[in-house]
């Protein structure tokens, strides 16, 4: 069980790699018309939820499932932030700073910050 969960959110996990790969400017415009940009924008937002709808709904059993998974939602959270990061440096060097790298990178921290205090206040 614990196999087949595991390969369930790979799977999920490497499909929305590569569908937002699909969305990168150079293959978009290599080979994507209107309407395939629209179904793989459709199919990437489909794949997340799933991936989101996953990985909320996943259960621990143990202490060491539990530290895993927290290692791995640390790790998750500091290569967004840090990829973000570079992101705004870069074009601020550029002067074209996008404000999404901006909005992405408050959005994480709150959402970090509230999942902190909102488990602290319910222990």
């Given at each position: 069980?614990?196999?087949?969960?595991?390969?369930?959110?790979?799977?999920l996990s490497v499909l929305l790699?590569?569908?937002?790969?699909?969305?990168?400017?150079?293959?978009?415009?290599?080979?994507?018309?209107s309407m395939y940009s629209s179904l793989i924008l459709i199919a990437l937002a489909v794949v997340f939820i799933f991936l989101a709808i996953f990985i909320w709904k996943e259960?621990?059993?143990?202490e060491r499932e539990n530290q895993h998974r927290l290692m791995a939602g640390r790790f998750g959270f500091l290569v967004?932030?840090?990829?973000?990061?570079?992101?705004?440096?870069?074009?601020?060097l550029h002067e074209?700073?996008?404000?999404?790298?901006?909005?992405?990178?408050?959005?994480?921290?709150?959402a970090k910050i509230g999942g902190h205090v909102y488990y602290q206040s319910k222990n």
């Open positions: 069980m614990k196999n087949k969960r595991l390969w369930n959110e790979a799977t790699i590569a569908l937002a790969s699909l969305c990168l400017k150079p293959l978009e415009q290599m080979w994507m018309p259960n621990v059993r143990d967004g932030a840090g990829t973000l990061v570079a992101g705004i440096i870069i074009q601020t074209q700073l996008d404000s999404w790298l901006l909005v992405a990178l408050i959005a994480m921290i709150i």
